[in-house]
Structures are given as structure tokens and as C-alpha cells.
């Protein structure tokens, strides 16, 4: 089937439907959506990509109540922080991710990064554990604030696309992001000129093998616009000009099928 004119960065625009739902799923949070509920997900039969199709506006919930039905206010931020940060390292999801990401640069010192879409903060405040230069791009405010104020964390409030500095970065990561925009590639492409030449960009996104468990897993999550393959990580950064240094399947330990990459330029 061919999906709106979208054509796969493998070239192929005939998509296979794998899921639909026509209400919302139990688990979801009720955002405030003006049209009737109808989503589903396709997938290319050629490197396994798996798109998202919606008939209502996604930037609208972002704009609206998505914060406050996550979070209600910063309080609840820093109750989500607050667990989070005190998970062992084999309950913990992002203690995992800095322990990858260290080990792939073997202790090299005085290092940098910036995080895009840093969220509540977690990953910079461990990586400033472990004496990185932490920076952040978030696009909520709140998040933003919470990281300036509390974790002493500079976090920008604005998109990657309008982010000025003349420092270059040693990594940019795109922790659980590239699934939530529309053109992975382009953010990719946005982000190089703010990388060293032997700088890496690191990211994670939702691997499309999950969906042998179901479509109401949180994989499939109404904001999630893509999950991702092996193969479509290699096409998708080769597109953005880059080679794939790693790539690989994981579970997390909070259960969630991820594929974790290192990506560095041409």
C-alpha cells in the first residue's frame, strides 16, 4: 500500500499496514484531540522501517496538555527525577546508556555534549557525574527550567533548528527523539555542524521487532512517528551523512526493545 506519498529512505513506497486502532488504547492518557480517533502503523517490506499515519494534528498535544498529563507540574518532575536517579544500574535504563557511552570513548578526558530533547534531565545529570561538559536543547520550558534551576544543568528552551554557538561538541545525543519527528534525517544533518570533526552523534529509538508482542505495547505509543531496524538506522544515517560506527539491539532493563547507535561523520 502506498502511504500519502511517503517514500521510504529505501526508496520503496509500498507499506504494509500491521496495526490500526480506531479508539484509544487503555493505557494512553486522554489528550484532548478535535477529530475522530484513527491512527495505524505501516511497515516497508523492504528494511523493516515502521511508519505512523494519524488523522489528527500530533503538534497539538505537544502545544496543549502533554506536560501536565505526564507530569502535572514540577513537582512531579522532580518526584519522576528523584526515582529515577535512585534506580540500580540493572533497573536503570539511563545509568546503562552512560555506561555505553563511556566505555566507547575509554575515559577519554575534558569531553562535551549536548543533549537534544534532554527532558527531565537524568542523562546530563549523570554524565556531568561523570565530568562531562553537559549542555541541552528542550523545546518544553519546564523541562528546561527544572534542569537550570535544580540539577545547575544549562538547558536551553529552544529546537535544534534555531540553536546558535560557535562551540563544537564531542557528542550530540538523540536519546528516545528521532521516533517523534517527521524527518529524522533532517535533524541528523542539522546537528553535524555543531560536531568535532572525530565527534560522535549517539542515539536511541524504538526497535520495530517489538511488534511480535503486540500493538499496545508502549512502542506504539501515539507519538511515536517511526520505529526503527538495524537496516533503516544504516540507510537513515547514511542519508544524513554519516557511517555507522555500532548498532545494535537491546532491552532495557525497564523492558522497552531499543536499537542504540554511534554515528560519525563522512
Known amino acids: 500500500?502506498?502511504?500519502?506519498?511517503?517514500?521510504?529512505?529505501?526508496?520503496?513506497?509500498?507499506?504494509?499496514?500491521?496495526?490500526?486502532?480506531?479508539?484509544?488504547?487503555k493505557k494512553e492518557k486522554n489528550f484532548d484531540i478535535d477529530k475522530k480517533y484513527r491512527r495505524a502503523f505501516y511497515q516497508c517490506n523492504i528494511c523493516d522501517h515502521i511508519y505512523s499515519k494519524l488523522n489528527f494534528k500530533l503538534k497539538n498535544i505537544y502545544k496543549s496538555d502533554y506536560f501536565e498529563k505526564t507530569y502535572k507540574d514540577i513537582n512531579g518532575v522532580k518526584k519522576r527525577f528523584n526515582y529515577v536517579n535512585k534506580l540500580k544500574l540493572k533497573n536503570s535504563?539511563?545509568?546503562n546508556r552512560v555506561l555505553r557511552i563511556n566505555r566507547y570513548f575509554q575515559n577519554k578526558k575534558d569531553l562535551?555534549?549536548?543533549?537534544?530533547?534532554?527532558?527531565?534531565?537524568?542523562?546530563?545529570?549523570?554524565?556531568?557525574?561523570?565530568?562531562?561538559?553537559?549542555?541541552?536543547?528542550?523545546?518544553?520550558?519546564?523541562?528546561?527550567?527544572?534542569?537550570?534551576?535544580?540539577?545547575?544543568?544549562?538547558?536551553?528552551?529552544?529546537?535544534?533548528q534555531?540553536?546558535?554557538?560557535?562551540?563544537?561538541?564531542?557528542?550530540?545525543?538523540?536519546?528516545?527523539?528521532?521516533e517523534h519527528v517527521?524527518?529524522?534525517a533532517n535533524l541528523l544533518k542539522c546537528a553535524k555542524s555543531f560536531l568535532k570533526n572525530d565527534g560522535v552523534i549517539y542515539i536511541e529509538v524504538p526497535d520495530g521487532k517489538v511488534k511480535k508482542l503486540g500493538k499496545f505495547r508502549d512502542e506504539f505509543c501515539v507519538?511515536?512517528?517511526?520505529?526503527?531496524?538495524l537496516a533503516s538506522i544504516s540507510i537513515l544515517s547514511t542519508k544524513a551523512g554519516f557511517n555507522t560506527e555500532l548498532a545494535k539491539r537491546i532491552?532495557?532493563?525497564s523492558g522497552k526493545y531499543t536499537?542504540?547507535?554511534f554515528l560519525k561523520k563522512k
Open 93 to 95: 535504563d539511563n545509568k
Open 182 to 184: 517527521p524527518n529524522p
Open 1 to 25: 500500500m502506498k502511504l500519502n506519498g511517503i517514500l521510504c529512505n529505501c526508496k520503496n513506497q509500498y507499506l504494509t499496514k500491521i496495526f490500526s486502532y480506531e479508539k484509544k488504547p
Open 251 to 253: 532491552i532495557d532493563p
Open 112 to 160: 562535551s555534549v549536548l543533549d537534544v530533547g534532554s527532558g527531565i534531565g537524568i542523562f546530563l545529570y549523570e554524565m556531568k557525574k561523570k565530568n562531562w561538559h553537559c549542555s541541552g536543547l528542550e523545546m518544553d520550558e519546564r523541562y528546561a527550567f527544572f534542569s537550570n534551576k535544580y540539577l545547575k544543568i544549562k538547558v536551553q528552551n529552544k529546537k535544534l
Open 223 to 229: 507519538d511515536h512517528l517511526h520505529l526503527f531496524s
Open 259 to 261: 536499537i542504540y547507535s
Open 162 to 178: 534555531n540553536f546558535k554557538t560557535k562551540k563544537k561538541y564531542d557528542l550530540i545525543s538523540f536519546n528516545k527523539v528521532l
